[in-house]
Nanobody, 116 residues
Framework: QVQLVESGGGLVQAGGSLRLSCVAS????????MAWYRQIPGKPRELVAR???????YYAHSVRDRFTITRDNAKNTVYLQMNSLKSEDTAVYYC??????????WGQGTQVTVSS
């Protein structure tokens, strides 16, 4: 059973930074894509950033040049460094892993609140 546990969310002022972490426990293929999504109440969950097993990354336009996604395969961990935070970044952030293009796992979410 694979479980994802996020941490690092919280309250920060606009312009500040936060670093989210997501640790995957359990047996998981090394051929996987790790990602961060976010969701505002009443709106669909949206992809924020993604990194594959070859370290290729993708960023949503709204966070490009402000957020950085990285992974540590030895620790089964994915990080999201968020800089220059804006009020519109306020959301619940979810960790996601897709292994071998088949098995998909989600974390429980961590709240990020940016005050203006």
């Amino acid at each position: 059973q694979v479980q994802l546990v996020e941490s690092g969310g919280g309250l920060v002022q606009a312009g500040g930074s936060l670093r989210l972490s997501c640790v995957a426990s359990g047996r998981i293929s090394s051929l996987n894509t790790m990602a961060w999504y976010r969701q505002i109440p009443g709106k669909p969950r949206e992809l924020v950033a993604r990194i594959n097993s070859g370290d290729m990354t993708y960023y949503a336009h709204s966070v490009r040049d402000r957020f950085t996604i990285t992974r540590d395969n030895a620790k089964n961990t994915v990080y999201l460094q968020m800089n220059s935070l804006k009020s519109e970044d306020t959301a619940v952030y979810y960790c996601n892993i897709v292994a071998q293009g088949i098995w998909e796992y989600w974390g429980q979410g961590t709240q990020v609140t940016v005050s203006s």
